[in-house]
Nanobody, 115 residues
Framework: QVQLVESGGGLVQARESLRLSCTAS????????MAWLRQAPGNQQRELVA????????NYAAPYKGRFTISRDDAKNTVYLQMNTLKPEDTGVYYC????????WGQGTQVTVSA
């Protein structure tokens, strides 16, 4: 069964914005810290972008602080990532998962930022 579904990516120019959404199954979402991660082109690893506790407290990796905003809607089992002032180096596939992560990742959503 599908447990994580990401959406909202696209091709944008630098300094533009995107809003990503991730809907999770209840067993993954409820009461858990949720995170967004990025897999850069040609890179096998996923790096942490931001996470939000089950009480709504956000944290950001340094490159994204001040530009990205993570939020969650518990009624919809959905976590969002508002991405502003995008840079070409933000390009990648964005995934969500809980912390600690489940093994079954979603398909991710591609974000491409042109200069």
């Amino acid at each position: 069964q599908v447990q994580l579904v990401e959406s909202g990516g696209g091709l944008v120019q630098a300094r533009e914005s995107l809003r990503l959404s991730c809907t999770a199954s209840g067993s993954v979402f409820n009461g858990n810290t949720m995170a967004w991660l990025r897999q850069a082109p040609g890179n096998q690893q996923r790096e942490l972008v931001a996470f939000i506790s089950h009480t709504g407290f956000p944290n950001y990796a340094a490159p994204y602080k001040g530009r990205f905003t993570i939020s969650r809607d518990d009624a919809k089992n959905t976590v969002y990532l508002q991405m502003n002032t995008l840079k070409p180096e933000d390009t990648g596939v964005y995934y969500c998962n809980k912390i600690p992560p489940i093994d079954s990742w979603g398909q991710g959503t591609q974000v491409t930022v042109s200069a």
